[in-house]
């Protein structure tokens, strides 16, 4: 896969709470948030564009049409917060908790989500270009008909993940584990597994594996 371009940061960008950043067009532009709660406002069509969140939480919030742009999260909280239809271009989320986020209809490019707890999140139906999950616990995720393009999942556990109608050619799964996993047979050609993933596929297609 291609390499996964990170955002495009300034060094020591300043403290401000979300309110105080947010402008009069809806944009909060190359400032950091740190430990804060966001409930004060509202969160409709915001673009984050160069911003730094630390120990942030974002907790059953719902964003509308909202735009992440060179935005690093760290030590952040997206539980059960939907981002519906958002964007988000060169983003990296590290060592956050999204346990059932919803990110269906999303647009992602050059993303990076890292050591990050995501069981239960919701990207169906999304579009995702150059990204690396690497370390995320993804069990009983949902990523239904999503388009992929040059996605690794990097030691990754994708127990009872869902790509059913979900084009997996190139798509590396080689170090990420799981008992169970739903695919559509027909869109799994050309995705990337080790041997033992491999025959676990087979046997999921009823097929019976005879030793010489």
């Not at 948030?33 to 509202?42: A, G, M, N, P």
């Not at 990076?112 to 169906?124: K, M, S, V």
């Not at 999503?146 to 127990?159: P, T």
């Amino acid at each position: 896969m291609k390499s996964v371009d990170p955002p495009k940061l300034e060094v020591d960008l300043p403290p401000q709470l979300l309110k105080d950043a947010l402008d009069e067009d809806r944009f909060v532009v190359k400032c950091s948030i740190r430990d804060e709660q966001l409930t004060e406002v509202s969160h409709e069509r915001i673009v984050f564009d160069q911003v730094l969140f630390e120990g942030v939480s974002f907790e059953e919030l719902s964003f509308d049409r909202v735009e992440f742009v060179d935005c690093r999260f760290t030590r952040c909280d997206f539980s059960n917060t939907d981002f519906g239809d958002a964007i988000f271009r060169r983003v990296e989320i590290m060592n956050s908790k999204m346990v059932g986020s919803n990110f269906s209809e999303c647009h992602m490019k050059d993303v990076r989500i890292e050591d990050c707890l995501a069981n239960y999140a919701n990207f169906n139906f999304s579009t995702i270009q150059s990204a690396l999950f690497k370390e995320v616990a993804f069990k009983n995720a949902d990523f239904y008909e999503v388009k992929m393009k040059d996605i690794k999942y990097d030691h990754c556990n994708l127990d009872e993940g869902n790509f059913a109608e979900t084009e997996l050619n190139g798509i590396d799964f080689s170090t990420s584990t799981y008992e169970n996993i739903t695919f559509t047979v027909e869109k799994l050609k050309g995705s990337i597994v080790s041997e033992q993933q491999a025959l676990r596929i087979v046997q999921s297609l009823g097929l019976i594996i005879k030793e010489e």
